[in-house]
């Protein structure tokens, strides 16, 4: 099962990837970025049920929303294009790792072909 360091390294893992925080209401949410583009945002709160928004292809949004209760429309963010799942055991990691690097990969196969060749995905 995800905890939040298992997730903020998961993340970290992948080349190009920062972590920041660039809410200053919301110092607690972790935003993972390649290229200067989102690819994950969770919050950091202790308090709350672990959580990640991951951007997703949206025909594959609504087949993984109505398979899994877990994952749901993203929170604050264009429902078509992101999800937040909730890490609380009920996913498999394994599922939980693919869908954060398809969010990685979706975001960096937007990036400038330049961008794309430097992090060694042409």
């Known amino acids: 099962m995800f905890d ?17 925080f660039p809410f200053p209401g919301n110092p607690d949410v972790a935003v993972y970025k390649v290229g200067g ?12 049920p672990l959580t990640v ?5 949206p025909e594959e949004a609504v087949r993984l929303r109505a398979a899994h209760p877990e994952i ?11 999800n937040t799942v909730t890490l609380t055991g009920g996913l498999p990691d394994a599922l939980v790792r693919e869908l954060i690097e398809d969010s990685y990969d979706l975001v ?9 060749l430097r992090l060694d995905r042409p």
């Open 108 to 116: 960096v196969a937007g990036l400038p072909r330049a961008e794309r």
């Open 72 to 82: 749901v429309p993203g929170y604050h963010l264009n429902k078509r294009h992101w």
């Open 37 to 48: 583009k989102i690819f994950a945002l969770s919050s950091l709160d202790a308090a709350d």
């Open 53 to 57: 928004s991951l951007k997703c292809d």
């Open 4 to 20: 939040h360091r298992a997730l903020r390294a998961f993340c970290l893992e992948f080349n190009g990837s920062v972590e920041e």
